[in-house]
């Protein structure tokens, strides 16, 4: 079983930028495509990003695609959401979510494909 622990979150300006980081420990992070979601209060969790174990596939929400950038870094068994231009309505609490698969190419982008969870990082974009 793979344990992921996420940081980064906090509060920030409209039009600012954060980096979450995801960091894992228990198994080998290259067998797992990793995918970032957010939750906010009183929606359901919504799908972010998502990254294959190479690091060589990437896919994004439309609401974050152009401004949030994933990636991996498999020797430090992390991977990041690089988040620019965000918004108001980025506010949410983000997690992170690994996904044992035996390609290195894909990612899926539903959560039920995820069995690993990180316990979330708050992220708040002040108007």
């Known amino acids: 079983q793979v344990q992921l622990v996420e940081s980064g979150g906090e509060l920030v300006q409209a039009g600012g930028s954060l980096r979450l980081a995801c960091a894992a420990s228990g198994r080998t992070f290259s067998n797992y495509a990793m995918g970032w979601f957010r939750q906010a209060p009183g929606k359901e969790r919504e799908f972010v990003a998502a990254i294959s174990r190479s690091g060589g596939s990437t896919g994004y929400a439309d609401s974050v695609k152009g401004r949030f950038t994933i990636s991996r870094d498999n020797a430090k068994n992390t991977v990041y959401l690089q988040m620019n231009s965000l918004k108001p309505e980025d506010t949410a609490s983000y997690y992170c979510?690994?996904?044992?698969?035996?390609?290195?190419?894909?990612?899926?982008?539903?959560?039920?494909?995820?069995?690993?969870w990180g316990q979330g990082t708050q992220v708040t974009v002040s108007s």
């Open positions: 979510a690994a996904d044992r698969l035996y390609t290195y190419s894909n990612y899926h982008t539903a959560s039920y494909d995820y069995p690993y």
